[in-house]
Structures are given as C-alpha cells and as structure tokens.
T-cell receptor
Framework: SAVISQKPSRDICQRGTSLTIQCQVD?????MFWYRQQPGQSLTLIAT?????????ESGFVIDKFPISRPNLTFSTLTVSNMSPEDSSIYLC????????????FGPGTRLTVL | GNSVTQMEGPVTLSEEAFLTINCTYT??????LFWYVQYPGEGLQLLLK?????DKGSNKGFEATYRKETTSFHLEKGSVQVSDSAVYFC????????????FGAGTRLAVHP
C-alpha cells in the first residue's frame, strides 16, 4: 500500500478565491486521481492525472475550474478556482497500487468550506 | 451506464449483532468490486475486494461474495463492534485499463453498546 498525505487538511475560504491542495505519496506511482465528496454524498471522480501528460477530466468538470499539476511521480496538486459555496466538499487524492489488482488507496482528504 | 446501488442508511445495530449491507451493481462487462470504509474524520480505506465471479473478499471479520447471477456484492459481518461504526461504500471498476472507481451512495453504520 501507499502512504498518502494531503495539505491542507481543512480550510475555510471566501467566495471568489482559489485554493490549491497538495497530494504527496511515499512512493512513485503512475496514476493519481482526484475525487470530490460533497456533504453527505458519495465520491465523484474529478480527473485522472498521469505524470507528463495533461489531466483527463470527467464529465461535468473542467480544467479552468479545477486545474491539476503532476510534476513528478510522487506529487500532484488540485486547484479549486473562483470558489463558490457549492464547492464546499472533501477533496480526496488517490493513487493506484501495483499489479495485478491495481487497488486505489486514498489520502485523508481536504475539507473545504467556502463562505 | 455502470452504476452501484447500496441500501440506504443509517443502519443502527447493537454490539454483536449480525450485519448485512446490500450492494448491487450494473455493468457492461465484468467489473472488480470493492468495499471501502470511512471512519469518522478519516479518509477512505480499502476494506475488501473481489475481482471475479464467486470470489469472496474478507478482512477484519467482514466478508462479501461476488455474485454474478444476482449482480450483488453484499457486505456481512457476524458480530459487529462499536468500533465498526463508519460509512461503508461499495464500488466497482471495469477492467481493460479503465481505472475509474464508481461508488455507491454509502451506508452509515452506527453500532451501540
């Protein structure tokens, strides 16, 4: 399994501002994922981030709103831009484990509240 | 499209009771199936998995069997503890290099002494 850390663990932000969330893994991984968990709801995949290529976004999520960086095999960032209260969620980073099962392991999450 | 349906919660049980959380799926193909658990204030942890029909995943006293004929992956535990109180998510992932996890809505379990 992989050990994943996220910063910040929580934040309270003002409407219209942006927040960048960092995800650090203790080993090199090819695929990293960003999920959103809105209050009381399940997880929804925002995008998949491979090192050295553009992130792939799921339907309903766009790069201008959720830009992602993946500068190396152990690190990624997700920015939530021009925030509104509807962006209040837990944002989780996950990574894919080794073959053959390719399990996904999750970070502790970043709890974001937008006022 | 592919989807996961879980029984609604919250589920409230007394300690040492038997637990079943129902999970059914819809998929075009043969997915891998997972149960994740989210303890209060923590991130998701993989609880167990099954990658093909009739596989049984087990961990920490929890079990789930991949039933292709009923497209189900119900989670069971014979005797729950207060420490099992958490939200449980059923999820699927299709094969063929498609990595996206599709989650059910989650089921909150509360176990009382």
């Amino acid at each position: 399994s992989a050990v994943i850390s996220q910063k910040p663990s929580r934040d309270i932000c003002q409407r219209g501002t942006s927040l960048t969330i960092q995800c650090q893994v203790d080993s090199q991984v090819t695929m990293m994922f960003w999920y959103r968990q809105q209050p009381g709801q399940s997880l929804t995949l925002i995008a998949t981030a491979n090192q050295g290529s553009e992130a792939t976004y799921e339907s309903g999520f766009v790069i201008d709103k959720f830009p992602i960086s993946r500068p190396n095999l152990t690190f990624s960032t997700l920015t939530v831009s021009n925030m509104s209260p509807e962006d209040s969620s837990i944002y989780l980073c996950s990574v894919e484990g080794d073959q053959p099962y390719n399990e996904q392991f999750f970070g502790p999450g970043t709890r974001l509240t937008v006022l | 499209g592919n989807s996961v349906t879980q029984m609604e919660g919250p589920v409230t049980l007394s300690e040492e009771a038997f637990l079943t959380i129902n999970c059914t799926y819809t998929a075009t193909g043969y997915p891998s199936l997972f149960w994740y658990v989210q303890y209060p204030g923590e991130g998701l942890q993989l609880l167990l998995k099954a990658t093909k029909a009739d596989d049984k995943g087990s961990n920490k006293g929890f079990e789930a069997t991949y039933r292709k004929e009923t497209t189900s992956f119900h989670l069971e535990k014979g005797s729950v503890q207060v420490s099992d109180s958490a939200v449980y998510f059923c999820a699927l992932r299709m094969g063929g290099g498609y990595n996206k996890l599709i989650f059910g809505a989650g089921t909150r379990l509360a176990v009382h002494p």
